[in-house]
């Protein structure tokens, strides 16, 4: 299922429906550490199923090419899969520091200014690190850096 048909149906990019706050519950209560270790968990479930799926395809094709012609195009593809599946390893290092920090009780705050990333926020993207004041910042420096 395309993420986009995930969001048509209120569901987060990964499949799970938004967090719903009881009143008055504080910022990661124990309910909303639960819900994003499942939603980390489960898109690195998915990472990983992902990274086999690339491993098995290269071995099964890689001893199958006679031709130069096709070894050449399947040269380069398999260098796109190699990329991808480097950003895969990236991804999931990241999924892996989060949960650690879901663990220490420590996930969901901005590393640089300490302020609440928000709920939705996290929803829409898991692995984040910073708040959006934060993430818009480093960005601008990025541009004008580079
Ligand atoms: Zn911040």
């Known amino acids: 299922m395309s993420p986009d048909n995930k969001l048509e149906r209120g569901l987060s990019p990964f499949g799970f429906a938004p967090y719903r706050l009881t009143d008055g519950e504080e ?25 086999d799926r690339t491993v098995h395809h290269m071995q099964d094709e890689a001893a199958n090419f006679p031709d130069p012609n096709d070894r050449a195009s399947q040269e380069s593809e398999f260098s796109l899969e190699l990329r991808t ?32 990333i928000g709920i939705r926020r996290l929803e829409a993207r898991p692995t984040a690190t910073l708040c959006i004041d934060c993430k818009t910042l480093d960005e601008i420096r990025e541009k004008q850096m580079g």
């Open 27 to 51: 910022y990661m209560s124990d309910g909303q550490e639960a819900h994003f270790r499942a939603i980390l968990t489960a898109w690195k479930n998915d990472l990983m199923e992902e990274v």
């Open 85 to 116: 599946r480097d950003r895969e390893r990236k991804l999931i290092k990241k999924i892996d520091e989060a949960l650690a920090m879901l663990d220490n009780h420590e996930y969901g705050y901005c590393e640089s200014c300490g302020v609440e």
